[in-house]
């Protein structure tokens, strides 16, 4: 997806909001879209809430925040700052950022009034650096990322296998 696919600008009626522990199913389903897409996560089995409680729970709102956009009570996507290498003092200002779209809402702004929040939000949170992690096949987020001012910062050749298929890791940051 490039810049300009993003046909419809988010819903006037959508609001971006710390997650709830309510909204982990929603953040599940999500989540496990993805994973069936087979290109925007490198899981390869769906979870489940219950598996996913202590990553939840983990995201104190004050440190490492789960929003949420949800429009008509229905949660459409989510973003997540989360800790990189936790309890290294000199790390903590950086967090990386992982942001998933509900199918049927792709295309239509989520993804990046997510990201846009994400960043605005970042140094509240005591946060001066943002990073992804992408399949480097996943031309949406590179696409959505760049948009928002990430660059590439590194690559990892040929770290994932997916159905036979190896893929390079790359990294997109930021300061903020």
């Given at each position: 997806?490039?810049?300009?696919?993003?046909?419809?600008?988010?819903?006037?009626?959508?609001?971006?909001?710390?997650?709830?522990?309510?909204?982990?199913?929603?953040?599940?389903?999500?989540?496990n879209e993805a994973v069936a897409q087979r290109f925007a996560t490198a899981d390869l089995t769906a979870v489940t809430p219950v598996s996913r409680r202590v990553w939840f729970d983990e995201h104190d709102p004050a440190d490492f925040p789960i929003w949420v956009l949800a429009d008509g009570g229905r949660v459409r996507g989510w973003c997540s700052l989360s800790a990189y290498?936790?309890?290294?003092?000199?790390?903590?200002?950086?967090?990386?950022?992982?942001?998933?779209?509900?199918?049927?809402?792709?295309?239509?702004?989520?993804?990046?009034?997510?990201?846009?929040?994400?960043?605005?939000?970042?140094?509240?949170?005591?946060?001066?650096?943002?990073?992804?992690?992408?399949?480097?096949?996943?031309?949406?987020?590179v696409s959505l990322l760049t948009k928002c001012g990430f660059e590439l910062w590194g690559r990892l050749p040929d770290v994932a296998l997916i159905d036979g298929e190896l893929v390079s890791h790359v990294y997109y940051g930021r300061k903020v």
């Open positions: 997806m490039s810049p300009e696919d993003e046909v419809n600008e988010r819903p006037e009626t959508s609001i971006i909001r710390i997650a709830a522990s309510t909204d982990l199913p929603a953040i599940v389903e999500i989540y290498r936790a309890k290294r003092a000199a790390l903590l200002g950086t967090a990386e950022i992982s942001y998933y779209v509900a199918r049927d809402a792709q295309r239509r702004g989520v993804g990046t009034a997510l990201v846009r929040h994400a960043i605005a939000e970042a140094p509240r949170h005591g946060k001066r650096v943002l990073f992804g992690i992408l399949l480097e096949r996943n031309l949406a987020s």
